[in-house]
T-cell receptor, first 117, second 115 residues
Framework: AQTVTQSQPEMSVQEAETVTLSCTYD???????LFWYKQPPSRQMILVIR??????QNATENRFSVNFQKAAKSFSLKISDSQLGDAAMYFC??????????????FGTGTRLTIIP | GAGVSQSPSNKVTEKGKDVELRCDPI?????LYWYRQSLGQGLEFLIY????????KSGLPSDRFSAERTGGSVSTLTIQRTQQEDSAVYLC?????????????FGSGTRLTVV
């Protein structure tokens, strides 16, 4: 079974600065997808960024980028130019690329990000 | 609809009562998932529906929990004889079968409080 570990329960960053959230995972599969979700106080999980394991290029979405290290099974999220609206819980998640019977996402325990004005 | 809709938004119930939580997925999404999020915890998988296939119930914590999905659309999660440890946010998500790698679209969840 796959596991996802987020070792930082809480992080804080000054507004406009850069912060990196850590995520490691354990799997024996070679093809999979990784995701970062944001959960603001409204509770709704919002997809921030995703990465396909067979793509070596790191995904980027505006101020959000990942550092995907497949051999190390590491998938960190970098938020540049942090904004007050970035304050939320951030969850890392894993999904197998082998569809049948493996469609569910496995989540880490989350990192609470605080933005300091 | 435009998004995943869950009702009620909040539910307070007495220990021992039964509760029903409803999820209305995005139209056309064949996959539907229920997760539970306890205070300070990550998301715990409960159950997964995919089209007309038999659901994956491997995450249901006890036989007090059950779920059904009618007509491949709306789903109801039922918790019988609620216990205080059932207090949590119950999140529903859906995804299209052929683009599942895009991830899920989540609802805003139902916060269940058992007193």
């Amino acid at each position: 079974a796959q596991t996802v570990t987020q070792s930082q329960p809480e992080m804080s960053v000054q507004e406009a600065e850069t912060v990196t959230l850590s995520c490691t995972y354990d799997t024996s599969e070679s093809d999979y997808y990784l995701f970062w979700y944001k959960q603001p106080p409204s509770r709704q999980m919002i997809l921030v960024i995703r990465q396909e394991a067979y793509k070596q290029q790191n995904a980027t979405e505006n101020r959000f980028s990942v550092n995907f290290q497949k051999a190390a099974k590491s998938f960190s999220l970098k938020i540049s130019d942090s904004q007050l609206g970035d304050a939320a819980m951030y969850f890392c998640a894993y999904r197998s690329a082998y569809d049948f019977g493996n469609e569910k996402l496995t989540f880490g325990t989350g990192t609470r990000l605080t933005i300091i004005p | 609809g435009a998004g995943v809709s869950q009702s009620p938004s909040n539910k307070v119930t007495e220990k021992g009562k039964d509760v029903e939580l409803r999820c209305d997925p995005i139209s056309g999404h064949t996959a539907l998932y229920w997760y539970r999020q306890s205070l300070g915890q990550g998301l715990e998988f409960l159950i997964y529906f995919q089209g007309n296939s038999a659901p994956d119930k491997s995450g249901l914590p006890s036989d007090r929990f059950s779920a059904e999905r009618t007509g491949g659309s709306v789903s109801t999660l039922t918790i019988q004889r609620t216990q205080q440890e059932d207090s949590a946010v119950y999140l529903c998500a859906s995804s299209p079968r052929d683009r599942a790698w895009h991830g899920y679209t989540f609802g805003s969840g139902t916060r269940l409080t058992v007193v």
